[in-house]
């Protein structure tokens, strides 16, 4: 199982992202998929998590700046990340969870600049 995540960069507060993340092998559809980050210093933290149903949960601080979603023929998650601001600048992970497994895809920088 390989989790491919891309779509990190370098934008203004205000500005918009989009992060994809592309799984490869047998597990897409009935995990539960999510989007992590780690800011320097920091723990690593919940973002947003979408279940195989299409439930989702987000953390208080991105409730109404972003937005997952999952596209089941493409085995793809993504992240869309309106109005950001610096403290959301962090290493953006993809992970999935299904069963008892959880799977990690690398990081991808989003760095959000004042």
């Known amino acids: 199982v390989q989790l491919q995540a891309s779509g990190g960069g370098l934008v203004q507060a205000g500005g918009s992202l989009r992060l994809s993340c592309v799984a490869s092998?047998?597990?897409?559809?009935?995990?539960?998929m999510g989007w992590y980050r780690q800011a320097p210093g920091k723990e690593r933290e919940l973002v947003a998590a979408i279940n195989s149903g299409g439930s989702t949960n987000y953390a208080n601080s991105v409730k109404g700046r972003f937005t997952i979603s999952r596209i089941y023929a493409k085995n793809a998650v993504y992240l869309q990340m309106n109005s950001l601001k610096p403290e959301d600048t962090a290493v953006y992970y993809c992970?999935?969870?299904?069963?008892?497994?959880?799977?990690w895809g690398q990081g991808t920088q989003v760095t959000v600049s004042s």
């Open positions: 992970r999935a969870d299904r069963g008892y497994r959880a799977y």
């Open positions: 092998g047998n597990i897409f559809s009935d995990a539960t």
